[in-house]
């Protein structure tokens, strides 16, 4: 193996200007052929962080041109030697964690220590799984007649064009390109524009383990870079994360082409606390999966917490404390837990919320922690983290996808009306129990409607797992080997006939 011939840079600001105008093309940081840019700022301080490549359609089709080009090879190579090369990608990530966290965290706003440094290092584990399943693209053999060889065989689909968020832009990135890679596909990928530089860090980094061409990444806004990218008649393929909304655009455009799409979009998860449920690791358990740290920004987030009336009181008062105990401050230092929110426009979305929520009827708002008084820090995008209890579950806090740190409590005292209370939601993504009794578990897993249920824990995306949604919550599955067979990979039946 050849040596990690990039070296790390721990001052985030000096990465990104490295990176700043530059799109990585055929295994090249190029400015967009425009020449043009757009400014990328800081959440926590309201300043830029450097100007971003503006990605356009001529962008697109010089990707998309690369990655027909270099995926011929790519898609012969022996499926086990792609998964050696991207496992090493993952290796080299490894060692990149801390300079892929701060970058992220100076785009995103994300507190470092709790939310950064850890999607970073998620994102190599990724690449290191999906390395090890080079061997598992295999097909059947049939016994379709005794005189014919009949199998089936897993192909590329070709050029694979990816479109990613910016709520964990490394993670998300990981979930599509590993396993696009593994099985012969090359890759087209459009960053969110509030966080393009840490995903074309980790694409120069990668681009010094693959052949070029296999990996492109373009940063540009949805409509004139992602759009394109949909549209493009070369591309196969399509796997999107982001919102309802741009999902069904997504989804359209890839229907006139007739291709596949994997789509993983919005939720509004529900967390159901049984009478008999232990109540410190259920709140433990609210913070985690309401993603407090990440602002709420995250479509798994644990936005609908129904407890029964026995521990109702009582779990409100130690969540609140809970939250309240987290400090709100400069994404970068190693003592804060929660970040800012991403853009001046969720940040108003989210108040929006807060103060319809405010304007419900009966509903009382408990707002947490306090907001940081570093002079440094007064145009951050922080947002106090806000407990909704009384809420009625028709009201439109308590229904909609808020994307902020925004959570409603229930009072429950019917398991049979608390089970459809939680099913009653367009969404479906994830659902979390927690109770002693297995009768409970096992009943209340099988009839939640979600693609992803844990009891007693919450935990997020973890490689092996199929992670995806039922409803508007999208479609397909990813981070699993059944990701990789189903969603990027075509079957072939062959029949050899040599009587
Ligand atoms: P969010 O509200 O989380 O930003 P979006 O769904 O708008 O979610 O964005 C997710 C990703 O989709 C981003 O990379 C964005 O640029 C891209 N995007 C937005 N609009 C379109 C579009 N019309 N076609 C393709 N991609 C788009």
Redesign the pocket.
């Known amino acids: 193996m050849t040596t990690n011939v990039l070296a790390q840079t721990l001052d985030p600001l000096a990465l990104a200007g490295q990176l700043a105008g530059k799109l990585l093309i055929n295994g090249a940081l190029t400015p967009a052929i425009s020449g043009k840019t757009f400014a990328v700022d800081n959440p926590a301080t309201g300043r830029k962080v450097a100007d971003a490549a503006l990605g356009e359609k001529a962008d697109v089709d010089a990707a998309v041109a690369a990655a027909v080009k270099a995926q011929q090879a790519w898609g012969r190579m022996a499926a086990r030697a792609r998964g050696k090369l991207v496992a090493e990608c993952g290796r080299r990530l490894n060692e990149h964690v801390e300079e892929l966290g701060r970058l992220v965290t100076i785009e995103t706003g994300k507190a470092l220590r709790t939310e950064s440094r850890v999607e970073a290092s998620v994102l190599a584990d990724v690449f290191v799984y999906y390395g090890g399943l080079g061997s598992e693209l295999k097909g059947e053999s049939v016994p379709f007649s005794p005189d014919m060889l009949t199998v089936t065989t897993r192909e590329p689909i070709g050029v694979v064009g990816a ?5 964990a832009p490394l993670l998300l990135m990981a979930l599509k390109i590993a396993p696009a890679l593994v099985a012969g596909n090359a890759v087209v990928v ?5 966080a393009p530089f840490a995903v074309l860090r980790v694409g120069q980094i990668m681009s010094q383990v693959l052949p070029p061409g296999v990996l492109n990444i373009l940063s ?4 004139e ?3 394109p ?2 549209a493009h008649p070369k591309v196969g393929k399509v796997t ?4 309802v ?3 069904r ?2 989804y359209k ?1 890839a229907a006139e082409k007739l291709i596949p799409v994997t789509l993983e979009l919005g939720g509004k998860s529900p967390m159901i606390v049984m009478a008999d449920a232990d109540i410190d690791r259920a709140v433990a358990g609210a913070v985690a999966g309401m993603r407090f740290t990440r602002q709420g920004q995250s479509c798994t987030a644990s936005s609908r917490i129904f407890v029964h009336e026995k521990l109702h009181d009582a779990f409100v008062d130690k969540l609140r404390a809970k939250v309240d105990a987290m400090k709100m401050g400069d994404p970068l230092d190693e003592a804060t837990d929660i970040g800012t929110v991403i853009s001046r426009q ?1 940040f108003d979305k989210v108040q929006s919320y807060i103060r319809i929520g405010k304007q419900t009827p009966g509903a009382h708002a408990h707002e947490c922690s306090a907001l940081p008084r570093d002079p440094k820090l007064k145009d951050g995008l922080y947002v106090r983290p806000v407990i909704f209890t009384d809420v009625p579950e028709d009201s439109r806090i308590a229904r909609e996808e808020i ?1 902020g740190p925004v959570t409603c409590i229930f009072k429950w005292t019917d398991y049979e009306q608390v089970i459809a209370a939680a099913n009653d939601s367009e969404y479906g993504l994830a659902a979390t129990v927690w109770t002693r009794d297995l009768k409970t578990a096992l009943d209340a897993t099988r009839r939640l409607q979600a693609g992803f249920v844990q009891v007693n824990q919450n935990l997020v995306v973890q490689p092996g797992l199929s992670y995806g949604g039922a409803k508007h919550s999208g479609l397909g599955k990813e981070a699993s080997l059944e990701a990789m067979l189903d969603h990027f990979t075509q079957k072939k039946t062959i029949i050899l006939n040599m009587t």
């Open positions: 479109i990613i968020p910016w709520n459009k960053a969110a524009e509030e540009g806004f949805g409509p870079c992602g759009g990218l949909v999107f994360t982001g919102s909304e741009t999902g655009i997504v455009m969720q994307f």
